[in-house]
């Protein structure tokens, strides 16, 4: 089974920049547009940023021309790069594949807790 684990979070002041990563078990995230999406307690999970196969990028509007979602070359691997960080910004960060339907392919993993605070 196709697992996905999420790293880099942590906390971080307002204004500060984190890096969060996404790998597999699997080399088969390259067949999918990926996806991050967070969570907080009590709200449904909401899409942050897509990465599609032909490198097309998308974002929520809250976040955009703060965040910048990448692949790494062998596409094996998906970045989550935050920058200008906003207490909002809180939450369980995730990734996935997602599907035309918007449906998330891959068992959801853990994730990784994003804090940002004073």
């Known amino acids: 089974q196709v697992q996905l684990v999420e790293s880099g979070g942590g906390l971080v002041q307002p204004g500060g920049s984190l890096r969060l990563s996404c790998s597999s078990n699997?080399?088969?995230?390259?067949?999918?547009?990926m996806a991050w999406y967070r969570q907080t307690p009590g709200k449904e999970r909401e899409l942050v940023a897509t990465?599609?196969?032909?490198?097309?990028?998308n974002y929520a509007d809250v976040v955009k021309g703060r965040f910048t979602i990448s692949r790494d070359g062998a596409k094996t691997m998906v970045f989550l790069d935050m920058n200008s960080l906003k207490p909002d910004d809180t939450a369980v960060y995730y990734c996935?594949?997602?599907?035309?339907?918007?449906?998330?392919?891959?068992?959801w993993g853990q994730g990784t807790q994003v804090t940002v605070s004073s």
């Open positions: 990465h599609d196969r032909a490198g097309k990028t």
């Open positions: 699997s080399d088969v995230l390259w067949l999918y547009t």
């Open positions: 996935n594949a997602r599907g035309s339907g918007g449906n998330a392919l891959i068992p």
